[in-house]
């Protein structure tokens, strides 16, 4: 892999909408963002240069519950290993805070075509179904 820089916790919404407009459009409200990125527990993103290239989240209450979010490599950097280096950044978080002794539950919500790249880390599905809302405020 080329030489990286990862940084931890420097996230800023404004990359964060840059990221995800490049790969899925229509990003949420600067301010959404703004708060998002707040209040989230761990943010990694992954630079080429000045440029970024790469970011991912976990949000979560730090004992029984940590969930992954918005685990996105942009796409001409894509299939080079970031992807992996993301979702290690995020387990080692866990692995580092998590309470000693005890078994903690890492939640996630893949498309189908990205449950195989999970599924290396030791992510699996059950039955259960992802129900959801957007609710308008
Ligand atoms: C999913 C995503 C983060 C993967 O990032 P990436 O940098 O391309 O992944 P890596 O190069 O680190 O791949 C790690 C391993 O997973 C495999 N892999 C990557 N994407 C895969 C896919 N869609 N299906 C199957 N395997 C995949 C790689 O071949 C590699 O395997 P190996 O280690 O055995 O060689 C990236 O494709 C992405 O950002 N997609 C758009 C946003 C998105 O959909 N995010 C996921 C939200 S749930």
Redesign the pocket.
Request: positive net charge; charged residues 25%; glycine residues 8%.
């Given at each position: 892999m080329e030489s990286l820089i990862i940084k931890h916790n420097e996230l800023t919404a404004e990359q964060f909408i840059g990221l995800w407009e490049s790969?899925?459009g229509g990003a949420p409200s600067p301010e959404q963002t703004r708060l998002a990125m707040e209040h989230t527990l761990f943010r990694v993103s992954v630079f080429d240069g000045e440029k970024i290239v790469?970011m991912a989240r976990m949000i979560g209450d730090m004992g029984l519950d940590y969930y992954i979010k918005d685990?996105?490599?942009r796409?001409e950097?894509?299939?080079?290993?970031?992807?992996?280096?993301?979702i290690n950044e995020l387990l080692g978080f866990i692995a580092k805070n998590g309470v000693p002794g005890t078994e903690i539950f890492v939640e996630?919500?893949?498309?189908p075509?990205?449950i195989?790249?999970y599924e290396?880390f030791g992510f699996s599905s059950n039955e259960a179904q992802r129900l959801r809302m957007m609710l308008k405020v």
């Open positions: 790969v899925w790469a685990v996105i490599v796409p950097y894509q299939r080079r290993g970031i992807g992996r280096l993301l996630l919500c893949a498309m075509d990205k195989p790249f290396k």
